[in-house]
């Protein structure tokens, strides 16, 4: 690579090929992970990294996926290899060896980016923040590469794709929109990682009315709907319920609006 170029984007190769090849070939990726895990608590680097051609799509949501017998770049299919590593291990302490592999995915730009994008439980403030400051680290990498994300149509550059996936952490932690997306990422991320309870609930509040906009068969729609209710509930919620909810990520708080709906209707 000659001096002043950015460094290319690499993906595994088990992430490369027609659907059934990926789909096999990512399963025992997560099998070798897990038989490793089992010795040393360790991950494998993969085998073989492939370099992604300037431009070149990269399939980054399974609902776009319809060309299944066309080799393509599957990002997505990251959850196929978590999936082999917890099968390996019995699914014992499959929460902590999700999040140990999150972990390590995260100092790799495939990992960085599938995560940040995906939406994995948990969405904590906390958890959001390392996320998104491991995209940014790999940022130049990652913007060689188009993707498809949820909607067919024109591939998306990084920035579309960022947007497309987490404009609800830059409008709840960066709600001033003038700067580019990358600088508002930057910003969103430094305010979730120090973020406090009460940082964490005037970002809930400012995502609330998208979530509200998304809920459906609400009984009580008025009453969950009011500010000052919400805030009432949010403080009522113990500490692991309230970091459940603190990254502000729009499902989440739906799932909370529908719980408050369902209680109201138990009073």
């Excluded at 789909?23 to 494998?44: A, N």
């Excluded at 399974?62 to 997505?76: M, S, T």
């Excluded at 993707?147 to 001033?176: H, I, R």
């Amino acid at each position: 690579m000659a001096p002043g170029q950015p460094t290319p984007l690499q993906l595994p190769a088990f992430l490369h090929g027609i659907y059934p090849a990926v789909h096999q070939k990512t399963r025992k990726e997560g099998l070798r992970c897990g038989e490793q895990y089992r010795k040393d608590g360790t991950f494998p680097a993969p085998r073989q990294m492939l370099e992604v051609p300037p431009g070149e799509v990269v399939v980054a949501h399974e609902v776009v996926d319809f060309q299944r017998e066309r080799p393509a770049w599957r990002l997505y299919m990251v959850f196929n290899v978590i999936s082999g590593l917890c099968e390996s291990l019995d699914w014992q302490n499959s929460f902590h060896v999700g999040d140990t592999y999150e972990a390590y995915c995260r100092q790799t730009a495939w990992g960085a980016l599938y995560f940040a994008i995906g939406q994995t439980a948990p969405m904590s403030a906390e958890r959001v923040a390392l996320r998104l400051r491991a995209v940014l680290r790999f940022w130049e990498a990652l913007q060689s590469a188009r993707y498809l994300f949820k909607n067919l149509g024109a591939a998306l550059t990084l920035e579309e794709l960022m947007v497309a996936s987490c404009d609800w952490a830059m409008d709840a932690w960066c709600p001033v929109g003038e700067a580019s997306v990358r600088a508002r990422l930057e910003t969103a991320a430094e305010r979730m990682a120090r973020a406090t309870r009460e940082d964490s609930m005037e970002a809930i509040l400012r995502e609330m009315p998208r979530a509200l906009a998304y809920a459906r068969n609400l009984k009580h729609r008025d009453v969950v709907a009011e500010p000052s209710f919400q805030r009432q509930r949010l403080a009522a919620l113990d500490s692991q319920a309230f970091e459940r909810v603190s990254g502000a990520c729009t499902s989440e708080l739906l799932g909370q609006v529908y719980a408050w709906d369902r209680q109201l209707g138990r009073q």
